[in-house]
């Protein structure tokens, strides 16, 4: 919900009334990793899409963006700790202009 109710996300980060009800539900394991490996049911803008770990539909979904005040770049500390401790490099987040819709774009920061 923190993320969400930051961007100003109001139908997102609840399960309130009006939410988009994006949802996964995984079923309880000691086990996490196979946990999460498959989710019991996903519903995905309130049309189930996964019911017990079968793919019913494919529902297409839209990209999310935010435009940071300070610019695209991290700032040297934070760049320097994410090619440190992520195994995925910085340059796999990057989403191309192209494939963006800037209708939607979110002022953060």
Known sequence: AGPARDLGLVN???LGHGADADLAVYPLSDDRAAMFSSPRYVLKSGIMVVREGEIL????????TVEPLEGRNLPE???????R???????????ED?????SE???CG
């Open 105 to 107: 774009v979110v002022p």
């Open 85 to 95: 401790c992520y195994t995925v490099t910085r340059a796999n987040y990057m989403v």
């Open 12 to 14: 997102k980060g609840h």
């Open 77 to 83: 500390d934070l760049a320097e700790i994410f090619d």
């Open 57 to 64: 539909r494919s529902v297409n979904g839209r990209t999310l």
């Open 98 to 102: 192209e494939y963006l819709d800037r």
